[in-house]
């Protein structure tokens, strides 16, 4: 489905922005298109951008419904949702309650060990670089935010993590770790952006033992597991009805 | 010259560590081994050692009188040093004044621009996964060091900065960054530890103009430049007599 929208404003990896008659709300667009690896791994997934889009309206409205600013305004269709135009912070903000991935490779905690405490950790958002992981007082120096708004940040990081987890129990899911974006609206607003999909986040199904079947996230496709698009479909068949 | 010690306790890329008669104190050779980029490069440069363990024998010095707590007890000879026994905390604490180095691979700074402020950059030292820049909350985590201890290192680290700066100044020589390590004695008490030695830090001579010749520290051994040993003994010369 096509909706009637304006001009492309920004083509990401996985989304497209466009804008709407409103200087403050602009329209995104779900692809289907899968890349890992700082986009050296690429593939089509079709139903992928469905499903994403699905999922993070579905996360958005229950961040909402606890009080927590979010971008989203609307789901439009299957593939578009209207949200509030955002600048973003180039800061991937990361949010962990198991180690797996990167913190791994940089740290001698093994995968799947729990953290005594959810672990924040934020990343310089630039290709280039490498998405390189980033200190609070780099963040000052480079003038991407100050140490008031990184406090900030954080916090809702860590909201947003208290309420995911819980939520997501409730589906007989492990929320391990999941990323965020974050900017400001045109009234300088501090909002949760971006998407909230199996794309930025680990789960892994609390029915399940085995450490490769129990993955329900992008790992299905940087790892070469198979079924990924089942995967989505099954998160969000899990998590549609459920009152939160 | 050899000393009369007890058993050797740890070896190091550039350091030896030797037992002593008082369980408090260890004796630390200087060794002339250049090492760079996690040991891939590799050489012995005669002399290095010797002027190594006279500079921080000499910067060491500059701080206690400054009233920083330190390991350092006295120079025994040309290459070795009485400390005080430490437990190091396994963290390399970098203080940057001018971008240098890996800041500039891991952000758009570009080498040679100063910062706003001094930048405290924390490494987690291990070399199996090559010394991975390390956040304040990654360190808690792991159980290196308490919020309380890492304020206190950062402290110790910008006083060691602010005096140093001054005094390299008078040497006509700008401080770029440098490393120190850090460790608990057996009383408990937080000291400077290891060694300050040009090859742990950057120096640039402010009477050279040259990027390039300006330079007095390891990176001349790094990036091929020739005269490392002219390079570290002008550095002795210059400093040696400094009353501060």
Redesign the interface.
Known sequence: MKLDHGLLLYEGKAKRVFSTNNTEEVLVEFKDDATAFNAQKRAQIEGKGRLNCLITGKIFKILSKRGLPTHFLNTESDTWMLVQKVNIIPLEIVVRNIASGS?C?????RPGKE???P????Y?K?DK?GD???????IE??GLASSEIIYEIKELALKTNSILREFFLKAGILLVDFKLEMGFNLKGKLLIADEFSPDNCRLWDLNVDDSTQKIMDKDRFRLDLGGVLDSYEEIYRRIKDIAF
């Open positions: 913190l490779r940089e740290t001698p905690l953290l005594s405490a672990l924040i950790d934020l310089y630039d670089l390189p992981l980033i200190t609070d007082q780099r120096i480079l």
